[in-house]
């Protein structure tokens, strides 16, 4: 960007009200010409709806939100172990003695909790204290080993040592973000509920005496990290509060938000015991990613499941181990239109998702509570549930759940579960959708048809709610309340514990809102670890040029204020490309309509075309300066142009641990494995000219993990943003990325024309490109103005005015 896109865009003179001290002026900041090198961010208003709060009770709230948050399974249990069977599947392996050709049965639960047990290095603990509080049972990667030659669905090979990217702390017997959850009396004679003390891993916790139970999964699974910095080692024990870590430069607190950034969704799905339920959400087709092969690929699984089950769960999963380790696909489109894990660092950064599909941050949290913590809630967008949309919509490309009746989908997900709950995920037995308990959970109409009225009907009034029951401006959220006709209210045991009545009585909040109340209270609460690398010291006449080169170029147009965010969603536009994939500089190209003026960003389309039917739809619009509704939404808002389908402008804070870039994680630049990298800035910058084995785009650089099999390779994050900044590196990203690079598992069985796949297909068709956001920095690999650009980034921590070894710049 310069100084032609800010008279395009009308922008000029308000960046020239700040030039030559802030640049371009920030839409949401409450210093409208913050200095992000020498002040630090304001800290969130301590308050729950607008209601301050006693300093005590903020402090343990946002403890509370904490545990909550990596703890509250809101009953998802029933869908992860009796629907999914997460780590229940079994493999086939060669007889350890008997005939050639001979296989025995691995139960992967088995291997599971052998892994944690082993952790320690001390057999029998896993439920008495694995690993214990200084003892060495905690890792970023639970590595799981599997016999030489086993196979997953009769095809599909295993490794010897398969990297999940769990997280596990000292002392406790499951990773973060899976719970174990005592199943209640009535469920004890289930034969498919594992019991503690009979898994061969010690004695079962003495709270457990011989009880059946299940596993739930939670937030912390994909958003807490043990591995701070990304390097691929744990650097923290626990992300409990008072657990430090001696010798670590990070605290606890430091774990929560980052995003797991090396976790394997692929595998953690596969080896369930029932693939089919994540079949139109992480998995897809195989060397294609074009709506209508999404649209032939469920399709061909619907026809499948029954006739060909083996088959049709082995494509599944094949689909689901395309998608790049690190990155989660949570659109259910069928696509693979992965995100990199996002570090949810939420304080004045709205609305939410890369998209910005959501704004408000309740919604939000329900979005994912309801949707992504149980996928048997996507019941709400089969073909005869979801017609109201498709109807009014009529002009959008054809859902893949045209071809899934809400029957035969519920039939899909649990014809292979080890329980069917068809008529739970229905709604037919207790008036709520999906499988999340239903004492936890309220029914909305809302405006897409998602609930059928006699569903809504069957519930008890207790749980039916609209959005006049909420207030303030719920009425203008109504479409995004409850996507898929379900939002979360505060469970029934935790207001008991909590006294709840009493806190109301005391801060008139919402009882159905005060769990995810405080959950946002916590997420707003917390700020990125300290960047701690030696590349930073002595560096600070380089952040400040830095700062200044990132004004200079008008990049705080949008990256704007304290966060670094306008809080706007900025049109994708599709453009024309020349061979290399980057916009010729002459090419306007042409543009979906979108409400906020901005520079088109020309990157890849797929994720927020997933989402846009809701953007269409049921979206209100919002002001970009509180995050607060301020109309409804409505279909003639996308008919007339008024629309905000495109990507939302990224906060830049924790850049120096979230490589690789952009929101399909595609632009990425690593050291092959043995080469230690230059300690000095430039120096390592330059490398990108003098070094001709670095790895570009993110195909090679997951090969070349899979083939270490030792530690996450991740891409360097000094490397990988010279890439984003610079034309020439990019289109060596770009490049690499169309090229066939990435392996496909044995067994494949479909593609788009029916046949067998090649061995490797390019990572553009996993929705990883390397496209768009096309503002170039003037310069040459290491040299001045981009090295400075880059420590400037790097530096966007807590507190940039203070870099590792050196006296603290901030401003009193």
């Keep these: 960007m310069d100084a032609r896109w800010l008279r395009r865009t009308g922008l000029h003179g308000a960046a020239l009200a700040c030039i030559g001290f802030t640049g371009a002026c920030a839409v949401q900041s409450t210093d409208k010409c913050f200095d992000v090198v020498h002040q630090v961010a304001p800290r969130p208003e301590r308050a729950i709806e607008g209601h301050p709060l006693d300093p005590a009770d903020y402090e343990t709230y946002v403890g509370w939100g904490a545990e909550w948050f990596r703890g509250e399974t809101f009953g998802d249990e029933r869908a992860v172990t009796d629907v999914a069977g997460l780590m229940n599947g079994v493999v086939e392996a060669p007889c350890e003695k008997g005939p050639p050709g001979c296989t025995r049965t691995v139960r992967v639960f088995d291997v599971f909790v052998h892994a944690l047990d082993a952790l320690d290095g001390v057999e029998g603990n896993l439920f008495t204290g694995n690993g214990g509080p200084q003892g060495k049972g905690y890792t970023s990667d639970l590595v799981l080993r599997f016999p030489p030659g086993s196979k997953l669905f009769g095809a599909i090979p295993v490794p010897e040592q398969l990297h999940t990217g769990l997280d596990v702390e000292a002392g406790e017997p499951f990773p973060l973000g899976i719970v174990a959850v005592?199943?209640?009396?009535?469920?004890?004679?289930?034969?498919?509920?594992?019991?503690?003390?009979?898994?061969?891993?010690?004695?079962?916790?003495?709270?457990?005496?011989?009880?059946?139970?299940?596993?739930?999964l939670t937030c912390a699974l994909c958003h807490y990290s043990l591995d701070v910095d990304g390097d691929g080692t744990a650097d923290l024990k626990s992300a409990r509060l008072g657990h430090a870590t001696p010798g670590s430069p990070w605290r606890p607190e430091h774990a929560w938000a980052l995003g797991n950034q090396d976790l394997h969704f692929g595998w953690l799905f596969s080896l369930t015991a029932n693939p089919l339920l994540g079949a139109t959400v992480i998995s897809g087709p195989v060397g294609t990613n074009a709506p209508a092969d999404a649209v032939a690929f469920v399709r061909w699984v619907r026809d499948n499941y029954l006739r060909a089950p083996q088959a049709a769960m082995r494509q599944v999963a094949i689909g689901m181990l395309m998608q790049p380790r690190g990155l989660a696909d949570d659109t259910p489109d069928a696509l693979h239109d992965p995100v990199n894990m996002p570090?949810?660092?939420?304080?004045?950064?709205?609305?939410y998702n890369s998209?910005?599909?959501?704004?408000?941050?309740?919604?939000?949290?329900?979005?994912?509570?309801?949707?992504?913590?149980d996928f048997t809630g996507l019941i709400g967008l089969a073909g005869d549930r979801a017609s109201a949309r498709a109807g009014t919509l009529y002009w959008e490309r054809p859902s893949i759940y045209s071809q899934l009746p809400a029957a035969t989908f519920a039939d899909m997900m649990t014809r292979y579960s080890p329980a069917v709950r068809a008529n739970d995920i229905l709604g037919f037995s207790d008036g709520v959708p999906g499988l999340l308990d239903?004492?936890?959970?309220?029914?909305?109409?809302?405006?897409?048809?998602?609930?059928?009225?006699?569903?809504?009907?069957?519930?008890?009034?207790?749980?039916?709610?609209t959005p006049e029951d909420y207030g303030g401006d719920a009425p203008a959220r109504v479409g995004v309340m409850a996507l898929l006709g379900s939002r979360v209210r505060t469970p029934p045991a935790l207001r008991a514990a909590i006294h709840l009545p009493q806190i109301v009585a005391k801060y008139h909040v919402s009882e159905d809102e005060f769990?995810?109340?405080?959950?946002?209270?916590?997420?707003?609460?917390?700020?990125?670890?300290?960047?701690v690398s030696p590349m930073l010291t002595g560096q600070w006449p380089l952040v400040e040029r830095g700062y200044g080169v990132f004004r200079?170029?008008?990049?705080?147009?949008?990256?704007?204020?304290?966060?670094?965010?306008?809080?706007?969603?900025?049109?994708?536009?599709?453009?024309?490309?020349?061979?290399?994939?980057?916009?010729?500089?002459?090419?306007?190209?042409?543009?979906?309509?979108?409400?906020?003026?901005?520079?088109?960003?020309?990157?890849?389309?797929?994720?927020?075309?997933?989402?846009?039917p809701q953007e269409l739809f049921v979206s209100p619009s919002f002001d970009p300066a509180t995050g607060r509704a301020t109309a409804t939404g409505s279909i003639w808002k996308g008919l007339f142009g008024d629309t905000r389908v495109g990507y939302k402008t990224a906060t830049l804070r924790n850049l120096w641990a979230t490589p690789p870039y952009l929101h399909d994680g595609s632009v990425g630049v690593g050291f092959p494995p043995g080469v230690t990298p230059a300690v000095d800035l430039r120096a390592r910058l330059r490398e990108a000219v003098d070094d001709p084995r670095l790895v570009y785009g993110m195909g090679p650089i997951l090969e070349a993990?899979?083939?270490?099999?030792?530690?996450?390779?991740?891409?360097?994050?000094?490397?990988s943003l010279q890439a984003l900044l610079l034309e020439s590196e990019r289109r060596k990203i770009v490049a690499s990325n169309r090229a066939p690079t990435t392996h496909v598992p044995a067994g494949a069985v479909w593609d788009a024309r029916g046949e067998p796949t090649t061995e490797r297909v390019p990572m553009t068709t996993l929705g990883v490109s390397g496209i768009g956001h096309e503002f170039w920095v003037r310069d040459v690999p290491g040299g001045d103005r981009v090295s400075a650009l880059v420590a400037f980034l790097l530096a966007l921590d807590d507190k940039p005015c203070e870099l590792p070894g050196e006296p603290s710049h901030c401003s009193p």
């Excluded at 570090?343 to 609305?351: E, G, L, Y």
């Excluded at 769990?515 to 960047?531: C, G």
Aim: hydrophobic share 35%.
């Design 355 to 373: 998209d910005g599909a959501l704004e408000n941050a309740s919604d939000r949290n329900n979005g994912v509570w309801t949707a992504a913590l």
């Design 515 to 531: 769990f995810t109340d405080v959950v946002s209270l916590m997420l707003d609460w917390q700020q990125p670890p300290p960047n």
């Design 705 to 719: 993990f899979e083939q270490r099999q030792s530690g996450w390779h991740r891409p360097d994050a000094a490397l």
């Design 438 to 465: 239903p004492d936890a959970v309220v029914v909305m109409l809302g405006t897409s048809g998602v609930v059928p009225k006699d569903v809504f009907d069957h519930a008890p009034a207790s749980r039916r709610r």
């Design 343 to 351: 570090s949810i660092f939420t304080q004045q950064n709205w609305p």
């Design 552 to 612: 200079e170029e008008g990049c705080d147009a949008c990256h704007a204020g304290a966060f670094l965010t306008d809080n706007r969603i900025h049109r994708y536009a599709a453009t024309e490309r020349d061979e290399s994939g980057i916009s010729p500089p002459s090419t306007a190209g042409w543009m979906l309509p979108a409400r906020d003026l901005g520079p088109a960003l020309g990157t890849d389309a797929l994720r927020t075309l997933g989402t846009r």
């Design 182 to 216: 005592v199943a209640p009396d009535a469920d004890q004679g289930l034969d498919y509920l594992p019991v503690a003390s009979k898994l061969g891993v010690g004695p079962g916790p003495e709270e457990w005496p011989d009880k059946r139970f299940r596993v739930g």
